[in-house]
């Protein structure tokens, strides 16, 4: 099943803690220093803040979570399929988790993440394939192998 992924650059995380428990009635499940996060049912989505990219507060990225190699597989199929360029990694750190990943543009510009989590990390992590998807050219605005 897959679940909706949202991240957000905050410039106060205590603040923007305390808004999200009380807009979405509920406690992060986990808490660092400078990350949140909530694995929230109703809706069905992963919610992510951090104080890691301050000088850009506001949406960071947009994800889909799956819960297993296979739909990781297929949705990053589809993006190829888009003719999206995608940066893919194996077995990466980050925001405290072990995961894989795929990672995107749209044509806008829009980072998204595609990701099969399978751990958790004790360290926020880097990713090389985001690293290397902020550094390539702009999206030329073509969809969906048009």
């Not at 990225?61 to 589809?78: K, M, T, Y």
């Amino acid at each position: 099943m897959k679940r909706l992924h949202l991240h957000v650059s905050v410039p106060d995380l205590d603040q923007s803690i305390r808004f999200y428990e009380t807009l979405f009635g509920a406690s992060p499940t986990v808490v660092k220093d400078d990350y949140a996060k909530w694995m929230l049912e109703d809706p069905r989505v992963n919610f992510a803040i951090s104080t890691r990219d301050v000088s850009a507060a506001g949406l960071d990225h947009v994800g889909i979570q799956v819960d297993s190699s296979a739909e990781l597989a297929e949705l990053a199929g589809r993006l190829k399929a888009a003719g999206a360029e995608t940066f893919d990694e194996a077995a990466t750190t980050c925001c405290y988790a072990r995961s894989d990943k795929s990672w995107v543009a749209d044509p806008a510009g829009l980072r998204w993440e595609t990701f099969h989590t399978f751990g958790e990390a004790v360290t926020y992590g880097e990713s090389p394939a985001r690293a290397a998807l902020e550094r390539a050219p702009a999206s030329s605005g073509a969809c969906c192998g048009a």
